[in-house]
């Protein structure tokens, strides 16, 4: 494995988006994180020639629609390290190219991070990639959202167990909440989620989850929404859930 600290084989700058987007985030990025982060988007290009990873392939879509939307979970992290100085573990629940998870790696060396996924085949790209970078304490768990939640190493195990844009929020909640520990935290990622958060009220009180803190806001420097969800995790999963796979999705708990 390569050293963390080694320069990155040279690739494409992403045409200088990923350098304009420093001022909008909220921890600038070192040299070894901005290369590290070029080092992904390239791979991310080649391995698209062969796998469906992602739609968005061009140089501002990678930097902001990519890159950027992942980082702003990096306040998020910072607040609950504030509050529990221990050792954080992060789980990505559907995490695909592994965003926002491999992106939080980069910007949070310091965090363990599990990348969750049902298709072997995108788990294969993010291990290419974690490789190459030399990163540490991260690692790929190849399952469905709720056979994970059913898995003993893993259930009720996170700190912060996180997901962009992979299901409404009712269903999206039973996948995750029974990953995350008493007094961790759920956040979803949305775009525009006003209708899915009161149709996931009774879902979240049912599998533990607290009343959910809304932040939305515009993606600094474009005019796209963003809703980041916040649960708290106050009590246990009761053990009938996650349901088994294909329940979830047909009839969700609202």
């Known amino acids: 494995m390569p050293d963390a600290g080694a320069p990155l084989p040279r690739t ?10 420093q001022a909008h985030l909220s921890e600038p990025l070192s040299d070894h994180q901005h290369d590290q982060l070029l080092s992904y ?5 080649e391995w698209n020639e062969k796998l469906n990873l992602t739609a968005i392939l061009d140089d501002e879509g990678i930097a902001v629609r990519h890159f950027q939307d992942s980082l702003t979970l990096v306040p998020a992290i910072r607040t609950y390290q504030q509050r529990h100085p221990d050792k954080l573990l992060l789980a990505d629940v559907g995490t695909g190219a592994g965003f926002p998870g491999l992106v939080l790696k980069i910007a949070c060396p310091e965090i363990d991070v599990v990348l969750i996924d049902a298709l072997n085949k995108r788990l294969k790209f993010l291990e290419a990639v974690i490789a190459e970078l030399g990163l540490l ?3 790929t768990v190849h399952a469905r959202a709720e056979d994970a939640g059913r898995m003993k ?20 909640a039973e996948y995750c909440l029974p990953l995350v520990k008493k007094k961790g935290q759920f956040i979803a990622m949305k775009a525009q989620a006003e209708d899915e958060i009161t149709s996931a009220q009774k879902a979240l009180a049912i599998l533990g989850g607290s009343t959910p803190i809304i932040q939305t806001f515009l993606l600094p420097g474009t005019d796209m929404q963003r809703t ?8 246990p999963t009761p053990p009938a859930y996650p349901r088994k ?3 979830v999705e047909q009839n969700p708990l609202q």
Do not use: S, T
């Open 41 to 45: 988007a390239r791979l991310l290009r």
């Open 153 to 172: 190493n893993l259930r009720e195990q996170f700190d912060l167990v996180v997901a962009r844009a992979v299901a409404a929020l009712p269903v999206l």
């Open 137 to 139: 304490g991260i690692h």
């Open 245 to 247: 796979a294909g329940k």
């Open 228 to 235: 980041l969800i916040a649960v708290d995790k106050v009590r």
């Open 12 to 21: 494409p700058d992403l045409g200088g988006h990923l350098e304009r987007i």
